[in-house]
């Protein structure tokens, strides 16, 4: 005779990914389809940015080499310039992205958020200097110094971000290390450059300053499309959980 049990006894069958109010034995979905979504843009953003970003440097090398615009030459390399300078309006419009999407890996404090929109708009001035000198609305000598103040505001963005990923551990510490290298590099060559200005205008003494900072600045300048390339894959990893809001 087989053996009974009461009613009710035992346990259910188990079904996987079933919740409260679906229908038994229906799989939900797991996957952050959001966060891989803007995953997916930030590392797009980023690439477009770093790409572009490159390409700027092969023109503006270029422009400075074949149209040779500080002896006031005019060749049929000139237009080295006006494509300079449409790329890198692409550049920091593509940067954006790449800002806003690092924002959200780093913990919500106020330096992050400060930097973070001050960066943007930097950029965004950037990309609307770049455009207006192109089409001939803003005089070059006018579009430099504006462009020149306003990359203090990027590159500090850079340096902010670099340190709290650094601090918290939430980019490699390859990017980190470079990002706060490039960080301080225009900054620096800005306040190397800047004594130079006070002595007679080409005079040893201050050359003795201006190049020397000139040179550093460049370097930050050119290698700042890096910068995106090497957030493009830590931005587009969907699996690191967002930091908790600071107190």
Same mark, same amino acid.
């Given at each position: 005779?087989?053996?009974?049990?009461?009613?009710?006894?035992?346990?259910?069958? =188990?079904?996987?990914?079933?919740?409260?109010?679906?229908?038994?034995?229906? !799989?939900?979905?797991? #996957?952050?389809?959001?966060?891989?979504?803007?995953?997916?843009?930030?590392?797009?953003?980023?690439?477009?940015?770093?790409?572009?970003?490159?390409?700027?440097?092969? !023109?503006?090398?270029?422009?400075?080499?074949?149209?040779?615009?500080?002896?006031?030459?005019?060749?049929?390399?000139?237009?080295?310039?006006?494509?300079?300078?449409?790329?890198?309006?692409?550049?920091?419009?593509?940067?954006?992205?790449?800002?806003?999407?690092? +924002?959200?890996?780093?913990?919500?404090?106020? #330096?992050?958020?400060?930097?973070?929109?001050?960066?943007?708009?930097? &950029?965004? +001035?950037?990309?609307? @200097?770049?455009?207006?000198?192109?089409?001939?609305?803003?005089?070059?000598?006018?579009?430099?110094?504006?462009?020149?103040?306003?990359?203090?505001?990027?590159?500090?963005?850079?340096?902010?971000?670099?340190?709290?990923?650094?601090?918290?551990?939430?980019?490699?510490?390859? =990017?980190?290390?470079?990002?706060?290298?490039?960080? &301080?590099?225009?900054?620096?060559?800005?306040? =190397?450059?800047?004594?130079?200005?006070?002595?007679?205008?080409? #005079?040893?003494?201050?050359?003795?300053?201006?190049?020397?900072? =000139?040179?550093?600045?460049?370097?930050?300048?050119?290698?700042?499309?890096?910068?995106?390339? !090497?957030?493009?894959?830590? @931005?587009?990893?969907?699996?690191?959980?967002?930091?908790?809001? +600071?107190?």
């Amino acid at each position: 005779m087989a053996e009974r049990f009461p009613a009710g006894a035992g346990r259910r069958p =188990v079904t996987a990914g079933h919740r409260a109010g679906q229908a038994a034995g229906m !799989l939900t979905e797991t #996957s952050p389809t959001p966060r891989r979504t803007a995953g997916s843009l930030a590392t797009a953003s980023a690439v477009v940015s770093g790409a572009a970003g490159l390409l700027a440097n092969v !023109l503006l090398v270029l422009f400075f080499l074949l149209a040779r615009p500080l002896r006031d030459a005019t060749n049929t390399f000139t237009w080295l310039g006006p494509a300079n300078d449409i790329v890198v309006v692409v550049q920091f419009a593509a940067f954006v992205p790449v800002a806003l999407a690092l +924002a959200t890996r780093l913990p919500r404090t106020r #330096s992050v958020r400060t930097a973070t929109a001050a960066g943007v708009v930097a &950029m965004i +001035a950037v990309a609307v @200097l770049q455009a207006l000198l192109v089409a001939g609305t803003v005089d070059f000598d006018v579009q430099v110094i504006l462009v020149s103040a306003v990359f203090l505001v990027v590159f500090g963005w850079v340096f902010v971000t670099s340190a709290t990923a650094h601090r918290v551990g939430a980019l490699p510490r390859p =990017v980190t290390r470079f990002g706060l290298l490039l960080g &301080m590099s225009y900054p620096l060559g800005v306040l =190397v450059a800047a004594p130079g200005l006070l002595f007679a205008w080409g #005079s040893a003494a201050q050359f003795a300053f201006v190049v020397p900072g =000139v040179v550093l600045g460049s370097l930050g300048w050119l290698g700042l499309p890096a910068w995106p390339l !090497l957030l493009a894959r830590p @931005l587009g990893n969907v699996d690191v959980d967002p930091p908790p809001r +600071a107190p």
